[in-house]
């Protein structure tokens, strides 16, 4: 079998799916492996470690779709690729075809291409393996950036997460306790005072023993919203629905009693934001000011910590990479049943319920279709 990496030309998008060390484990069960050149420069890996670790480089986006019998990116695919993509190749990246355009998904269909979508790649436990890994690091990472525009140089309030002797430490509270939320709260307990929000109960009281009891807990409601927000220094937006639209938890009435200059970060905006306030930004210019609070709302943070996001990457994709190139579709949905809900497209059939009504064509359960 022959796996293709493939190099993300968006400005923003410097992550690779597989490390060198994932390929010398493809190469060393006997598939090759093509690496489209400078694929992994931003994350820190060269074209040289591909090749000791038994890949080959090619020199075009055309080169490394061509060749590819399963070819590996990071971003949704886009209608200019169709020219380049096989017939009966095999895809995978972040794919949201549920909202790609009907275009792109009919092409695929006409192609007889398959895909499959990282962010429903199940394991055999039902967890979403890469869809965790990039939300602890987006969790993590909306601290980091929470305490950075705090400072005074960026527009904050001027106040240190942690505080000093004799000066109390900053109130970080938190819409959430779901993997985003819970390691935000990880991150930021060991500098701040941290509320942590939502309306399952069962999450916050297993938040509350990872933490040890070390952050306030409070069940979400519009009323405890609009109160804990009051308090709040940095304001962490990770309210998230997988494959839906994040719910609008926050009114512009609630972040217009934020405290002034204080910070929101919100994590929801990769699926419209969590905010009646919330709009896109981008890195170019990640804030905006609205009711003298800072927003933050630039989507798909872990791609900025490119080397740390392509090992978590790499380390949950990997194993089904391998075997998909050493069993097929069929093995390896036998053995993982829920690897199924990836799958978008399959020779030429619609296997994704929402993909099929968003585009008025046929659904077909791939169990079926594999039958």
């Given amino acids: 079998m022959i796996i293709g990496l493939a190099k993300e030309h968006h400005h923003h998008e410097a992550r690779v799916p597989l490390t060198p060390t994932g390929v010398q484990v493809l190469t060393s069960h006997g598939h090759e492996v093509y690496v489209e050149k400078d694929a992994g420069l931003q994350s820190g890996f060269l074209n040289d470690q591909y090749i000791a670790a038994g890949a080959k480089i090619v020199y075009s986006k055309e080169e490394i779709f061509r060749r590819s019998d399963i070819l590996l990116k990071i971003s949704p695919l ?35 291409v ?9 394991d055999q436990d039902g967890n979403f393996p890469i869809l965790n890994a990039m939300s602890e690091i987006a969790g993590a990472l909306s601290i980091q950036i929470g305490a950075q525009y705090l400072q005074n140089n960026y527009g904050g309030r001027g106040i240190l997460l942690d505080g000093v002797a004799g000066v109390p430490r900053a109130i970080v509270v938190i819409l959430g306790a779901g993997v985003v939320g ?22 916050l009281r297993k938040l509350e023993a990872l933490t040890q009891h070390r952050v306030t807990t409070s069940y979400a409601n519009p009323v405890t919203i609009g109160k804990s927000v009051q308090f709040a220094n940095i304001l962490i937006g990770a309210v998230l629905r997988r494959g839906q639209r994040a719910p609008l938890v926050l009114t512009e009435e609630m972040i217009k009693s934020m405290k002034p200059k204080s910070v929101f970060v919100d994590v929801a905006i990769d699926q419209g934001g969590c905010s009646e306030t919330s709009r896109p930004t981008s890195w170019e210019e990640p804030t905006y000011v609205k009711h003298d609070v800072i927003h933050f709302c630039v989507p798909n943070i872990p791609s900025v910590v490119a080397r740390t996001a392509t090992h978590a990457l790499n380390n949950a994709l990997l194993p089904f990479v391998v075997a998909l190139a050493d069993c097929g579709l069929g093995d390896v949905i036998a053995q993982v049943p829920y690897f199924a809900n990836c799958v978008f497209t399959y020779q030429g059939y619609a296997t994704n319920e929402s993909m099929a009504k968003a585009i008025n064509v046929s659904y077909q359960p791939l169990t079926d279709v594999l039958r």
């Fill in 182 to 203: 819970q390691h935000a709260a990880l991150k930021a307990m060991h500098a701040a005072q941290v509320i942590v929000l939502d309306n399952d109960v069962e999450k």
């Fill in 114 to 122: 398959t895909t499959f979508g990282y962010e429903l790649l199940q």
């Fill in 78 to 112: 886009t209608v200019p690729d169709l020219e380049f993509i096989r017939d009966g190749q095999m895809i995978g990246s972040a794919m949201h075809l549920s909202i790609a355009p009907k275009e792109l998904v009919k092409g695929l269909l006409d192609k007889n």
